[in-house]
Nanobody, 123 residues
Framework: QVQLVESGGGLVQTGGSLRLSCAASGRTASAYTMGWFRQAPGKEREFVAAITRIGVRPSYPDSVKGRFTISRDNAVNTVYLQMNSLKPEDTGVYYC????????????????WGRGTQVTVSS
């Protein structure tokens, strides 16, 4: 199993940037596909980004493509989400996720979830 702890959330103005981090402990992070989802109040969880075990083939939905970048450093068991040009609609709780077998965009494709970190973008 792997435990995931997110950090780096906060309040930022429209157009600003934040970098989220997710520290993995337990089994080594390199054994897992890792990614990020987010959930805005009253909405379903939404896929944000994913990256393969060796850090290639990042995947993004159109809503964040060109603004967000996922990366990972397996040497320190950490995955990052660099978020630029933030918009109010990016507001939500951001969850780090991991899975040992799958690489997808659906909630049920990830077995491990962190507790989330709040991102608020003010207009």
């Amino acid at each position: 199993q792997v435990q995931l702890v997110e950090s780096g959330g906060g309040l930022v103005q429209t157009g600003g940037s934040l970098r989220l981090s997710c520290a993995a402990s337990g089994r080594t992070a390199s054994a897992y596909t890792m990614g990020w989802f987010r959930q805005a109040p009253g909405k379903e969880r939404e896929f944000v980004a994913a990256i393969t075990r060796i850090g290639v083939r990042p995947s993004y939905p159109d809503s964040v493509k060109g603004r967000f970048t996922i990366s990972r450093d397996n040497a320190v068991n950490t995955v990052y989400l660099q978020m630029n040009s933030l918009k109010p609609e990016d507001t939500g709780v951001y969850y780090c996720v991991a899975d040992s077998e799958r690489f997808g965009r659906r909630v049920n494709e990830y077995d491990y979830w962190g507790r989330g970190t709040q991102v608020t973008v003010s207009s």
